[in-house]
């Protein structure tokens, strides 16, 4: 008799209550594909991504479930693990939560994996079967050759977006990023062909973000995958992620364009040098961030949407850092601006330097992961207070994307893509920020407590 094996993406879960409702864009969880890709055929596997729908009861009885966690849903993850170990079902968690804190996930779990599947969970499921299931699996970080491709028959229907990835890590040290100690700062690329083929075998009409950290960290790698998508006959809606100096290179612009790449999300995070060099970024702002203006202007020259990403809460951050990033914003025409407020997680430099300067406000671990996001407070920033830095974040994302401003801006992706499909994103996109900057969300109620 097949075993049965149940993958969980948790939903969000805050104050003690699960939080209903899709992300913006829901994107399927690769991970939970590999994992399942990785299990044997005498498995029968289901995924349930609760950030899709939540799904209630246990109508299918699993032998064994496995979850995913980023910080902000571990404690979800750990409500699942005590619901369903209380059925008797053990339980198993990996990801980038438990791989930063498995000591804290293992009170939780029956195993915790850290690092990545491919080099633990095969070793994991011959335990399980033979009844000798570990409480800890070090995966590793194994070279991406030969990968299986990730189930994505298994995912249920309902997303916007594919996504796929032909390269991990970063090379970059930002303070406030995970992957690079998680990855221990090794960058890994996919073969060329692997990757091509693999995005042959995703619709044509569908957008597909690749889930790179960064994408271009070896331009010749991405013309080659271009050059094939293109030879192949395979464009495809890319959307990739990538740093700003991707635009100096020309013949990268040219290649993406051609292989049907749609935009580009570049983390910009701050118009004031001295807090890029606090974060780890390198200062290519020049006068007037000019560096940062010629180079958008290039992305949009070739016909690229951009995606581009701010941080707000950076300790050089004023009450007029909101009015600035407005004025620029709008004067680069970036398609879809992100304004994020600071978000220390668990493993990160910032996350070390915040508690050993007391300016952490949450102390009820693990409950209060759950208000690790980017859209509320829960740091003392230096020159604002909480308050003034929630509320200007949130009426600058409703300034930025007022009715009559999102048509105006929508025109001008149309103007510089003369693609329907990069429109009709930016005004979704921004349509949809404006109504969850202006929706409250719950307040965290152990911040400052
Ligand atoms: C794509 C992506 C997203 C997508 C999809 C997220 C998802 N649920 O999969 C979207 C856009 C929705 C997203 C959102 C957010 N993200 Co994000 N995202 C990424 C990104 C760029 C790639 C992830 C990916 O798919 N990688 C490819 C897969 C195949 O690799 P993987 O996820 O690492 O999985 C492997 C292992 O971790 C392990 N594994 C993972 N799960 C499991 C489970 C089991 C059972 C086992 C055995 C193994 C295992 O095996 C897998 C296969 O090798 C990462 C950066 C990164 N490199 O991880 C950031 C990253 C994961 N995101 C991050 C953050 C902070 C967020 C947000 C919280 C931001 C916010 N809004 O506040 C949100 C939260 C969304 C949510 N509700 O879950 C942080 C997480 C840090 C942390 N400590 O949690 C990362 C690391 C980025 C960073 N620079 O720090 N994100
Ligand atoms: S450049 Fe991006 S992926 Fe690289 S360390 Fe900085 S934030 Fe992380």
Known sequence: MSRRLLLINPAHMLNGRVQRGPAQFPIPPLNLGYVAALTPASWEVRIIDENLRLEEGLSWRPDLVGLTALTPNAPRAYALAQQYRAAG??????????????????RYVDAVVVGEAEGAWPRLLADFEAGRLQARYDGGFDALESLVPP???????GY???????????LGHCDFCSIWRFYAQCYRTRPVDDVVDELATLPAH?????ADDNLTLQPGRVIEICQQLVKRGLRRRLTIQGAITLADNEELLIWLKRAGCVYVFVGLESLNGEALTQIGKPNLLGANAEGYRRRLANLHRHGLGVYGSFIVGLDQDTPETFAQLERFILEAEIDCALINILAPLPGTLLWERLIAEGRLLLRHFPDDYACCTQDRVYFQPAHLTPQQLEEGARQLIVRLNRPGLLARRARRTWQHTHSALATLIALEWNRRSRVAARRIPDRCENVGT
């Open 89 to 106: 079902i053990p339980v198993v968690l990996g990801g980038i939560h438990a791989s930063a804190l498995p000591d804290e996930a293992a």
């Open 206 to 210: 569908k957008m597909v973000f690749l």
């Open 151 to 157: 189930r994505r028959d298994l995912y249920p229907g």
């Open 160 to 170: 916007f977006t594919e996504v796929a990835f032909t390269s991990k890590g970063c």
